[in-house]
T-cell receptor
Framework: GAVVSQHPSWVICKSGTSVKIECRSLDFQATTMFWYRQFPKQSLMLMATSNEGSKATYEQGVEKDKFLINHASLTLSTLTVTSAHPEDSSFYIC???????????FGPGTRLTVT | GENVEQHPSTLSVQEGDSAVIKCTYSDSASNYFPWYKQELGKGPQLIIDIRSNVGEKKDQRIAVTLNKTAKHFSLHITETQPEDSAVYFCAASGNDMRFGAGTRLTVKP
């Protein structure tokens, strides 16, 4: 139980284009999903918290117009990196709150490379 | 906000030995403390967690202890195996969840 998937697992895009990453909770409903960014050999950096049916809450320093988050249903949240630049290259990981007292389950991550 | 510190940053042990990773937190309101294992190129996997009303929890070779007074908690892995090699993250959750910087554990065969 508590499986979270992400798609795609990796993506290469050209500078200036937009990329959408999907996060799905496969066997449970997640009222809250989280998006993290992780640089090599570093910890997880929370980008935003998304609640189903409402606007995402972004962490300080994260541009909401660049990282668009849509939590359309209780099992799906998407992160769109708009006008991507090489410095956006990173490992993006989502997690979903199972609702069972703060437990978060993580997806397998998406490696984005912007050329 | 919450601040979580994790030590050591790297840990190398011989197969069969024990490994201990320690974390401290600052927010007394934190009441949930999970540990995650992350293998290269993968997402973090929840391996064990503990809540503030419990002092110790064990699951086979893995155990976690919590000292609420001192605001620290630890992960203990016994009889380590090469497949235990990974990066381990602690986290503390109250109003939000914050992660430690991670510990890279290497188990030498």
């Amino acid at each position: 139980g508590a499986v979270v998937s992400q798609h795609p697992s990796w993506v290469i895009c050209k500078s200036g284009t937009s990329v959408k990453i999907e996060c799905r909770s496969l066997d449970f409903q997640a009222t809250t999903m989280f998006w993290y960014r992780q640089f090599p050999k570093q910890s997880l950096m929370l980008m935003a918290t998304s609640n189903e049916g409402s606007k995402a809450t972004y962490e300080q320093g994260v541009e909401k117009d660049k990282f668009l988050i849509n939590h359309a249903s209780l099992t799906l949240s998407t992160l769109t990196v708009t006008s991507a630049h090489p410095e956006d290259s990173s490992f993006y990981i989502c997690s979903a709150d199972s609702g069972a007292l703060s437990e978060q389950y993580f997806g397998p991550g998406t490696r984005l490379t912007v050329t | 906000g919450e601040n979580v510190e994790q030590h050591p940053s790297t840990l190398s042990v011989q197969e069969g030995d024990s490994a201990v990773i320690k974390c401290t937190y600052s927010d007394s309101a934190s009441n949930y403390f999970p540990w995650y294992k992350q293998e290269l190129g993968k997402g973090p996997q929840l391996i064990i967690d503990i809540r503030s009303n419990v002092g110790e929890k064990k699951d086979q070779r893995i155990a976690v202890t919590l000292n609420k007074t001192a605001k620290h908690f630890s992960l203990h892995i016994t009889e380590t195996q090469p497949e235990d090699s990974a990066v381990y993250f602690c986290a503390a959750s109250g109003n939000d969840m914050r992660f430690g910087a991670g510990t890279r554990l290497t188990v030498k065969p």
